[in-house]
């Protein structure tokens, strides 16, 4: 079995749980959790080393804020990556983190669902992308039986994929800038509208967790 990480302990890190888990439904909290533990283990995976290599303070708050922008905190006046990212490198200037640290948390959210760039702008942007997208069952064949039961019994799924694009599109039809055509959220939001559910939550109930 894998060694499950613990969760980061610092006055900023419960200000992000606090607010995540009080602006997203359960499911969707649940999936920011799992997404830093998937991206902490994905790390040992590659051999990328904590403190040298990547700043497991950043990936942990890159992972617990990235979807707050689907969440009752944010505004749909931009894309949800973009109001997330906004969101977070508020909580973190708040807590007085230098510019460089707000840049790369902020990178990191925008960039989470963008494929063949966020693995492309350094270790944490990428394993942001990773733990978000093994969550989703991709590329998660690395992790061990026993460890993703614990891990799902800490942290339930409770109808991922739907609670997500759900969350996706409440926000979306809010302005014109928050689902661009093209975009994730624009492709939801239509996905939903025309079929009535998404290819993503379709790939993730094939997907080794299921939704």
């Known amino acids: 079995m894998q060694s499950v990480p613990d969760l980061i302990d610092t006055a900023v890190a419960r200000a992000a749980i606090q607010l995540s888990q009080s602006t997203e439904s359960p499911s969707v909290f649940n999936h920011s959790v799992r997404s830093y533990?998937?991206?902490e283990l994905l790390a040992a995976h590659e051999g990328l080393r904590p403190g040298a290599d990547y700043d497991s303070e950043a990936l942990f708050l890159g992972c617990v804020l990235h979807d707050l922008g689907?969440?009752?905190?944010?505004?749909?006046k931009e894309r949800f990556e973009v109001e997330g990212a906004d969101l977070a490198a508020a909580l973190l200037t708040e807590h007085g983190?230098?510019?460089a640290m707000v840049d790369a948390v902020w990178e990191a959210i925008a960039l989470h669902t963008s494929f063949g760039i966020a693995d492309r702008r350094g270790p944490l942007c990428y394993l942001v992308h990773g733990g978000v997208g093994v969550?989703?069952?991709?590329?998660?064949?690395f992790i061990d039986e026993p460890t993703a039961t614990v891990i799902h019994t800490r942290y339930p799924r409770l109808a991922m994929a739907s609670s997500l694009m759900d969350a996706i599109v409440a926000v979306a039809p809010r302005s014109p800038a928050a689902a661009p055509p093209y975009s994730l959220p624009g492709e939801v939001l239509r996905e939903r509208q025309t079929d009535g559910i998404t290819l993503l939550e379709l790939a993730a109930s094939h997907a080794r967790w299921g939704e």
């Open 37 to 39: 533990l998937f991206g």
């Open 135 to 141: 969550d989703f069952g991709r590329n998660a064949d």
């Open 70 to 76: 689907a969440g009752s905190a944010a505004a749909g």
């Open 97 to 99: 983190y230098e510019r």
